[in-house]
Nanobody
Framework: QVQLTDSGGGSVQTGDSLRLSCGVS????????VGWFRQAPGKEREEVAR???????TYVDSVKGRFTISRANAENALYLQMNDLKPEDTAVYYC???????????????WGHGTQVTVSS
């Protein structure tokens, strides 16, 4: 059974950087998309960034140019480098994975437990 453990959140100031990490236990192979979602207070969970099986990445418009998603298959790990953080980035961030079906389905199969990111002005 695949389990995801996300970490790296914290409280920072506007303009600071954070790197989120997600450890993957259990084998998911290359036939899985991996990514990060976030949920801010009072808002729905939204997809932030994803990598598909061909290492193509997608980002929500609000983080393009500031966030970078990457994965290290040898380490069974996923990362989200977040630069130039803004108060609107404040949310709980969740790593996730979903089986690739010729595309990455919008609903993940497995979620991490979440890590809090708080950005103050």
């Amino acid at each position: 059974q695949v389990q995801l453990t996300d970490s790296g959140g914290g409280s920072v100031q506007t303009g600071d950087s954070l790197r989120l990490s997600c450890g993957v236990s259990g084998y998911i192979g290359r036939r899985y998309c991996v990514g990060w979602f976030r949920q801010a207070p009072g808002k729905e969970r939204e997809e932030v960034a994803r990598i598909d099986i061909n290492d193509r990445t997608t980002y929500v418009d609000s983080v393009k140019g500031r966030f970078t998603i990457s994965r290290a298959n040898a380490e069974n790990a996923l990362y989200l480098q977040m630069n130039d953080l803004k108060p609107e980035d404040t949310a709980v961030y969740y790593c996730e994975t979903v089986e690739y079906l010729g595309y990455c389905p919008s609903s993940p199969d497995v979620w991490g437990h979440g890590t809090q990111v708080t950005v103050s002005s």
